[in-house]
């Protein structure tokens, strides 16, 4: 009996538990369409968007890592930018929890999602296609110490709107991670630098006029003892 039982709690946690119907989003928000075979990040301070191209699916899953209250505003179109008839709930597989998107009929086109965003962006590519990472307008990942790239891309360009763009031809399996910053930041940081050693430069020059007066005044008083 024990045993039954283990067996059908482990067919239920592999099959994974499917929670209530996410309410979709306005495809609008997006920069869509996106680009065939492509994954693209639009990084922000706050959130990150993500377009995802698939062809012929009826459904496809992707894995959320953080809370599922972080999934927000999923929205399709197929490839003339018509809106596509999509069902998106929270899919839960051994602990892991990943967005569903089922589709009426077989699919092809662009999802789209919004999920958490930072100036450290993360992500390990999966499958062999391309990836794109488009930064904010005025912020840039280029300035030692301030940001980096990792690994290299292999094409750094810019769009229409003046934003840099990261490209990754079929980085399966690794790591990428970019750091960026606003375009000002290190100017900034030279200006505050600039202001601390000034600073630094008033007290010194205190303390090495007021030793020096000090000095001065011992003396004299040295000498009237001695006289």
Avoid at 37 to 46: A, C, G, P
Wanted: a positive charge; charged letters at 20%.
């Amino acid at each position: 009996m024990k045993l039954i039982i283990a067996l059908v709690m482990f067919s239920v946690l592999a099959a994974g538990c499917i929670s209530p119907d996410i309410k979709t989003g306005d495809p609008s928000q997006y920069e869509l369409p996106g680009l065939e075979n492509t994954t693209i990040f639009y990084l922000n301070v706050s959130s990150t968007q993500v377009i995802e191209n698939i062809i012929n699916q009826t459904s496809v899953d992707y894995r959320i890592e953080d809370s599922i209250q972080t999934f927000r505003h999923p929205a399709a179109v197929d490839y003339q930018g018509n809106n596509a008839s999509v069902n998106v709930t929270i899919k839960t597989i051994m602990g892991r929890n990943y967005a569903h998107f089922n589709f009426s009929t077989n699919f092809s086109g662009f999802v789209a999602y919004t999920r958490p965003g930072g100036q450290d962006f993360t992500y390990v590519s999966a499958g062999n296609r391309t990836i794109r990472v488009v930064l904010p307008e005025n912020f840039t990942s280029g300035t030692m110490f301030l940001g980096y790239i990792q690994p290299n891309p292999d094409n750094i360009t810019k769009d229409s709107s003046g934003r840099e763009v990261l490209v990754w031809d079929n980085p399966e399996g690794q790591k990428i991670r970019v750091r960026y910053h606003h375009r000002d930041t290190p100017i900034l940081l030279i200006y505050m630098s600039g202001f601390l050693l000034f600073c630094a430069l008033i007290v010194w020059g205190y303390y090495y006029f007021s030793i020096s007066a000090l000095k001065k005044k011992r003396k004299m008083l040295e000498n009237i003892i001695r006289k």
